[in-house]
């Protein structure tokens, strides 16, 4: 009878181990990368005339910088991307890296001295990487978007 409870005991202990260890190592990288995922989105929304009419501050070419790289930084924190992205429906990883790099050339596009390209020229390229982004991403990037 003691051996049935210590069993039970030790088995329940070894449960809420694994849970613990499963929700601060997966779930919780994953919901930080999904709230990033959320930002990126709130970014294009609120930002989305002056963005698209590539006509951006420091301050917003900055913004778009930071969320290319914490993209990238919160899919690094969650152990072994390919698996458990996969099963929590997460972006792959190519695509948040495709996603990332486009970002970070909409943050390029924003600085009105951007070499070679003028204004009309930049706000295309931006709605370009705006779709590439929602597709990779599957996010809202705009308003006029009907289908992701």
Same mark, same amino acid.
């Given at each position: ?7 039970? *005991?030790?088995? $329940? *202990? /070894? *449960? ?11 779930? %919780? ?6 709230? *990033?995922? $959320? +930002? ?21 070419? %900055? ?5 290319? &790289?914490?993209?990238? &930084? ?6 072994? =991307?390919?698996?458990? $992205? ?5 972006? %792959? +990883?190519?695509?948040?890296?495709? /996603?990332?790099?486009?970002?970070? =050339?909409? /943050? ?13 020229? !930049? &706000?295309? +390229?931006?709605?370009? @990487?705006?779709? @590439? ?6 996010? !809202? ?8």
């Amino acid at each position: 009878m003691q051996d049935s409870l210590a069993l039970t *005991v030790a088995a $329940g *202990v /070894a *449960v809420f181990i694994l849970s613990q260890f499963f929700m601060k190592f997966i779930l %919780d990288p994953a919901v930080s990368l999904k709230e *990033v995922l $959320g +930002e990126l989105s709130h970014f294009f929304l609120f930002n989305q005339a002056k963005i698209t009419n590539a006509s951006g501050t420091q301050e917003l070419q %900055d913004g778009a910088k930071m969320l290319s &790289a914490q993209l990238l &930084a919160k899919k690094e924190a969650i152990p072994s =991307y390919k698996v458990f $992205g996969k099963l929590l429906g997460l972006p %792959d +990883e190519e695509s948040l890296v495709n /996603a990332a790099m486009e970002l970070n =050339y909409v /943050a390029g596009l924003l600085n009105e001295n951007y070499p070679g390209k003028s204004t009309p020229e !930049r &706000a295309t +390229e931006i709605s370009k @990487c705006m779709e @590439c982004i929602q597709q990779h991403l599957n996010v !809202r990037v705009s308003y006029l978007s009907s289908s992701r």
